[in-house]
């Protein structure tokens, strides 16, 4: 019983940068690996980022290699997203993931919207 809830969505110009956060509520947030994913209309569901429960290793899609960097605040229950030079192509409903065994948890998402 994971709930998640992503904020620090919003419009920004290519170039610019924002910094996502998914905070969750209930159980033993410390032992779920943690992601993002992103999707944009018409579009399927794609993988951006993931972080395991320590965070000692992180995986990126190639599109956002280099651009964007995922970490994780177990005391806080909060993972992060920090998106760099964004582009207009980022642009979509990015949502967090909760990932533990045979369970997983999705959040609402956030709204990330760039502009040329």
């Known amino acids: 019983q994971v709930q998640l809830v992503e904020s620090g969505g919003g419009l920004v110009q290519a170039g610019g940068s924002l910094r996502l956060a998914c905070a969750a509520s209930?159980?033993?947030?410390?032992?779920?690996?943690m992601g993002w994913f992103r999707q944009a209309p018409g579009k399927e569901r794609e993988f951006v980022a993931v972080?395991?429960?320590?965070?000692?290793?992180?995986y990126y899609a190639d599109s956002v290699k280099g651009r964007f960097t995922i970490s994780r605040d177990n005391a806080k229950n909060t993972v992060y997203l920090q998106m760099n030079s964004l582009k207009p192509e980022d642009t979509a409903l990015y949502i967090c993931?909760?990932?533990?065994?045979?369970?997983?948890?999705w959040g609402q998402g956030t709204q990330v919207t760039v502009s040329s």
């Open positions: 993931n909760a990932r533990n065994g045979a369970y997983e948890y």
């Open positions: 972080s395991t429960w320590s965070g000692g290793s992180r």
């Open positions: 209930g159980r033993t947030f410390s032992s779920y690996v």
